[in-house]
């Protein structure tokens, strides 16, 4: 997929957004079990001799890809899985609001999830300064775009992290069976930075696509004709976002001239991460589920099907 010229100064401004000041990692809800994406080191990352860590409610330095099972409650299941791809600048993953507290959601609508821990930009755990984790080998300053040195030289880290997307969609497929969910209604929902990550993943082979895409603030401009088959997608942004509402439009368009499903919520407030509260974009959740609930991902199927 064509990287747009606004790619490198949205990334920086993602990097911006969810620079922290140092806090001790949060305790998240155990999933039922970690799946690695690849059965060994992950392709590309043979020279990344160093270890993920967490801070406050994020983690970095992801080297070994992985999805966090949280299955829904057996009594409520629909066969239906949802991916959940978190956001934080290619940089870092926001795992709480943006991660695990979907999952739990999706649970709550009889949707199995799938956390997707995507690899990430090389940020130095002890920084001098003692305050964010700072980039290390970035060029222009932008995560997500080819690394000048250190071990991620030349590496594009943001295909890196498509790359780990479309393979989750494939795992998923292939072991579909296994998590009691139906090979045809494997989607995923991504934010920010993982909702770049979700849009690679619809231009990718087919097997490697999800059959149904929940874009939240996320998108950039640029967007190509999408492939031949390729699936629904609900988009919702804030009007108020400065980084990525075009991109969202954008792809709004792309996807209705070519005729495809396509559902766009634009809130009047928001921000990006929509972390002004106190309007719609509060309850965007209860957005998705109606779009989900329309296209049947929601039903369980008839036997045999």
């Known amino acids: 997929m064509p990287i747009s010229k606004t790619l490198p100064i949205a990334l920086f401004a993602l990097a911006f957004i969810v620079a922290a000041q140092p806090a001790p990692p949060v305790r998240l809800a155990p999933p039922a079990r970690e799946i690695p994406l690849y059965p060994g080191v992950a392709p590309g990352s043979e020279n990344w001799g160093y270890e993920e860590y967490a801070r406050g409610i994020a983690a970095y330095n992801v080297v070994r890809p992985v999805l966090m099972y949280y299955p829904a409650d057996k009594s409520q299941v629909v066969g239906t899985a949802m991916i959940v ?78 790359a780990d997307g479309q393979q989750a969609v494939r795992l998923l497929r292939q072991h579909a069976a296994e998590y009691g969910v139906s090979p045809n209604r494997i989607g995923m929902i991504g934010f920010s930075a993982g909702g770049m990550t979700l849009v690679g993943t619809l231009y990718g082979a087919a097997d490697a696509r999800p059959d149904f895409a929940v874009v939240i603030y996320g998108a950039m401009t640029g967007n190509p004709p999408p492939p031949p088959g390729a699936p629904p997608v609900f988009i919702a942004d804030a009007a108020d976002d400065q980084v990525t509402l075009a991109g969202c439009l954008d792809l709004y368009e792309v996807w209705r001239k070519a005729n495809l499903p396509v559902e766009l ?13 106190g309007g719609g974009a509060d309850h965007f959740m209860d957005r998705v589920e109606e779009w989900m609930k329309l296209n049947t991902w929601l039903t369980k199927p008839a036997p045999g099907r």
């Open 85 to 162: 791809a978190p956001g934080g600048g290619f940089r870092s993953l926001m795992m709480t609001y943006e991660g695990v507290d979907i999952a739990k959601r999706l649970n709550q609508m009889g949707v199995d999830a799938f956390v997707l821990k995507y690899r990430l930009t090389y940020t130095d755990p002890n920084p001098a300064s003692g305050a964010a984790p700072a980039g290390a080998g970035r060029a222009g300053g932008a995560p997500g775009m080819a690394a000048a040195t250190g071990p991620q030289a030349g590496q594009n880290i943001r295909e890196l992290a498509i």
């Open 265 to 277: 919520h634009v809130f009047q407030s928001g921000g990006h991460g929509f972390q002004k509260k």
